[in-house]
């Protein structure tokens, strides 16, 4: 069962530009959220998080903007360089859980063209 | 920074034999985990270890699967037997509390 979705599984997007990315949830026990940044051949390097008793948090270029109400999420890159150009995972695990495992959406590749 | 750190990188096995995947947890940490992401999936969830003893499993850990901390150091994954399913990244993290894992590097597994 899919609990965590990144629908749009590719983004391109202009140096400078704003990039959007989305996923949503259907599990209401998660609360607290992640999103990770992969390279090929590398682990998960996470980039920033929020928890659900918040709407938004930021850290640098990166803001991850929470909707408890749509089960939705988003990171928003600004401004995007060509550097940020990776698959971006969104992960998100429950209070409840013993383990805190995190449950993860299939990825977002982002491609960033100068 | 502190790192965690997997060995082999990559491991080529036949069917059916058994393998061990090794990972040396960031020192202070006290939650250990493994991942696996099969090419072209998500990254998936096999189990968490704290306390010495598995905290949480998925139901892709079965009996074929096993995690051991040996020696205080290092955690271990042990496949007793492979399948060609198994071919896989696999992600070993730590992390102090639930918020805050680092992953490996990962070691790619190959079933043949």
């Known amino acids: 069962d899919q609990q965590v979705k990144q629908n749009s599984p590719s983004l391109s997007v202009q140096e400078g530009r704003i990039s959007i990315l989305n996923c949503d949830y259907t599990?209401?026990?998660?609360?607290?959220f992640l999103w990770y940044k992969k390279y090929p051949a590398e682990g998960p390097t996470f980039l920033i998080s929020i928890s659900s008793i918040k709407d938004k948090n930021e850290d640098g270029r990166f803001t991850v903007f929470l909707n408890k109400s749509a089960k939705h999420l988003s990171l928003h890159i600004v401004p995007s360089q060509p550097g940020d150009s990776a698959v971006y995972f969104c992960?998100?695990?429950?209070?409840?859980?013993?383990?805190?495992?995190?449950?993860f959406g299939k990825g977002t590749s982002l491609l960033v063209t100068p | 920074e502190p790192e965690v750190t997997q060995t082999p990188s990559h491991q080529v096995t036949q069917m059916g034999q058994e393998v061990i995947l090794r990972c040396v947890p960031i020192s202070n940490h006290l939650y250990f985990y493994w991942y696996r992401q099969i090419l072209g999936q998500k990254v998936e969830f096999l189990v968490s270890f704290y306390n010495n003893e598995i905290s949480e499993k998925s139901e892709i850990f079965d009996d074929q699967f096993s995690v051991e901390r040996p020696d205080g150091s290092n955690f271990t994954l042990k496949i007793r037997s492979t399948k060609l399913e198994d071919s896989a990244m696999y992600f070993c993290?730590?992390?102090?509390?639930?918020?805050?894992?680092?992953f490996g590097s990962g070691t790619r597994l190959t079933v043949v």
């Open positions: 992960a998100a695990s429950a209070g409840d859980s013993s383990g805190y495992a995190l449950n």
């Open positions: 599990n209401s026990m998660f609360d607290y």
């Open positions: 993290a730590s992390s102090a509390s639930r918020y805050g894992y680092t």
